[in-house]
């Protein structure tokens, strides 16, 4: 665990971290790593690696936040289900630059047959020399269910940083059952945690971070390629082939939740390499972060528009900016998917 007197592990599931109010506070969101550290990957991890180093240089933030599917224990890819050495090797290499990191699952940290189970991965994060982790409150679905407190020197929360498991696989949990959401128990959880931090400050307002996308991602984007004017496009484009959104089948409530409550602002999820768009619905930002892939999907390792990071500033007046880190010179700002490359077999 990050070891550092701004740290302080509240209880199971809330850690306050504290920040210079008098300075930008600059939060990298990188997503989809897919590192494999098995015989078959070893040139894309380290085309990977050298990218995730690129985007930090560039970036300079203040904390990492990766956004699942950051280690790939799929035998035809990898060429390994260790998970364990994964998570090690992925642990040393953020380790490395000295900048505290936090995480959440995906659907493929894990994958079946892996050597690890997602219990036994946080256990292994919880002990990196940066690494903010807990696994959360036992009960609840998923694991890594918590709360990053930003606070001020007086203690005062000056922005929550949810981080949620959106899990794996629905009913079965195997990939061809579909993909699963975040659980009712939850966004129940969620929505306590941040009502208690609306009564000593009814002004606060959170982001969260997690794997999939909910739906009203989709639903939005719809919205305003139809010229809904209550959508507000903000940046990147949807470029998985089909304009694919890689969402649950199953009715999640997280969205609609978070509208009725009102302080969740920001939603950050990776899960489709390709897509990088940022929105505002109802109120609610929500942003695909740029990925680094390289071995998740076919012939991505040629591909480059989507390729980066995501970079969040809180400014010294509470403002927020997020702005796409790109690793090349070009970025795809096209509002609709461009159909090229077979790029949306896997997320
Ligand atoms: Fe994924
Ligand atoms: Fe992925």
């Known amino acids: 665990m990050y070891n550092s007197r701004n740290l302080r592990q509240v209880n199971e599931d809330t850690f306050t971290y504290v920040i210079d109010r008098n300075r930008d506070f600059k939060i990298l969101q990188l997503t989809d790593l897919h590192l494999g550290f098995g015989l078959f990957s070893k040139r894309k991890d380290k085309l990977a690696l050298e990218a995730v180093r690129k985007i930090i240089a560039k970036a300079e933030p203040d904390m990492i936040v990766l956004t699942g599917d950051s280690i790939f224990p799929f035998l035809p890819k990898a060429g390994t289900l260790n998970n364990r050495k994964q998570a090690h090797k992925l642990m040393e290499f953020m380790d490395s630059f000295a900048i505290p990191y936090t995480l959440v699952f995906g659907n493929h940290d894990c994958e079946m047959g892996s050597t690890c189970n997602k219990e036994e991965l946080a256990q292994i994060y919880k002990t990196g020399e940066y690494c903010i982790f807990t696994e959360g409150k036992k009960n609840l679905t998923g694991t890594g269910n918590f709360l990053i407190n930003l606070t001020d020197t007086d203690g005062k929360v000056l922005l929550p940083m949810v981080m949620l498991d ?41 982001m969260t971070f997690f794997h999939m996308p909910p739906a009203e991602f989709k639903e939005a984007y719809r919205k305003m390629k139809l010229g809904d004017k209550s959508v507000i496009y903000q940046h990147g484009s949807i470029a998985e082939k089909n304009e694919y959104f890689g969402i649950s089948k199953f009715h999640g409530t997280f969205f609609e939740r978070a509208v009725q409550n009102g302080i969740i602002k920001w939603m950050f999820c990776g899960h489709d390499h390709i897509n990088t768009l940022s929105l505002i619905y109802k109120g609610i930002q929500m942003t695909y972060g740029m990925s680094i892939d390289y071995l998740g999907y076919k012939h991505i390792d040629k591909s480059y528009i989507q390729r980066g990071g995501t970079l969040i500033t809180r400014k010294t007046d509470g403002e927020i900016t997020v702005k796409m880190v790109p690793l090349g010179a070009v970025v795809s700002t096209r509002v609709s998917g461009v159909k090229k490359g077979k790029n949306n077999a896997e997320e």
Do not use: T
Request: hydrophobic residues 30%; proline residues 2%; negative net charge.
């Open 166 to 206: 959106s899990n794996m696989y629905g009913e079965g949990g195997w990939f061809y059952s579909g993909f699963d959401r975040i659980h009712d128990d939850q966004v129940n959880w969620c929505m306590e945690k941040l009502d208690d931090l609306k009564k000593n400050n009814p002004e606060v307002k959170a």
